[in-house]
T-cell receptor, first 116, second 115 residues
Framework: DGGITQSPKYLFRKEGQNVTLSCEQN?????MYWYRQDPGQGLRLIYY???????QKGDIAEGYSVSREKKESFPLTVTSAQKNPTAFYLC???????????????FGPGTRLTVL | AQSVTQLGSHVSVSEGALVLLRCNYS??????LFWYVQYPNQGLQLLLK??????LVKGINGFEAEFKKSETSFHLTKPSAHMSDAAEYFC?????????????FGKGTKLTVNP
């Protein structure tokens, strides 16, 4: 089955530690995205990548970093510089072709990060 | 920058009643609009999208939405609520920023369906 996997589903980290969230897709999509979700806040874009070896900051990139070395993978690192990292993190992908008129973002199941 | 307003962070209906979830957007030009649904501790699933083909858009699970340019609205409706419709619903609009198209989400509306 094609889809997006995120691991782990639940992640706990001590304050001051970096942690990396995994996102893998087998949809052959070019574009990938990371969102942060907080209760009552909707989804906010952290980083996105339209093609391998290239990515752009979203609206709330501070304290986060990403890489896009392979088409299928777009890991997100939450660094110790992120002041309030406890949240639900969602990864998405889309074909990246033709704009949103013909494109659709598909979402993974999410990773819930808790900082202790 | 685009913004999306969802009126009512919580909506409660009885099973079998009409579901109406409101969404207004800020764009001055016809945008692309989306409704997503999220069940607890899961990712988002696309319900439907408006891409200027028809103002009344039908989606999955019996949901539909009507694009009204004069009201800058894209409200989501379902004639008869089912217990399985209980979830959080997000309206989103596309935006071009830095040469790339991205989605801007509303804050979500949590739907409760009472037996």
């Amino acid at each position: 089955d094609g889809g997006i996997t995120q691991s782990p589903k639940y992640l706990f980290r001590k304050e001051g530690q970096n942690v990396t969230l995994s996102c893998e897709q087998n949809l052959n999509h070019d574009a990938m995205y990371w969102y942060r979700q907080d209760p009552g806040q909707g989804l906010r874009l952290i980083y996105y990548s339209q093609i391998v070896n290239d990515f752009q900051k979203g609206d709330i990139a501070e304290g986060y970093s990403v890489s896009r070395e392979k088409k299928e993978s777009f890991p997100l690192t939450v660094t110790s510089a992120q002041k309030n990292p406890t949240a639900f993190y969602l990864c998405a992908s889309s074909t990246g072709l033709g704009g949103f008129g013909t494109d659709t973002q598909y979402f993974g199941p999410g990773t819930r990060l808790t900082v202790l | 920058a685009q913004s999306v307003t969802q009126l009512g962070s919580h909506v409660s209906v009885s099973e079998g009643a009409l579901v109406l979830l409101r969404c207004n957007y800020s764009s001055s030009v016809p945008p692309y609009l989306f409704w997503y649904v999220q069940y607890p501790n899961q990712g988002l699933q696309l319900l439907l999208k408006y891409t200027s083909a028809a103002t009344l858009v039908k989606g999955i699970n019996g949901f539909e939405a009507e694009f009204k340019k004069s009201e800058t609205s894209f409200h989501l409706t379902k004639p008869s609520a089912h217990m399985s419709d209980a979830a959080e619903y997000f309206c989103a609009v596309s935006e071009i920023q830095g040469g790339s198209e991205k989605l801007v989400f509303g804050k979500g509306t949590k739907l409760t369906v009472n037996p």
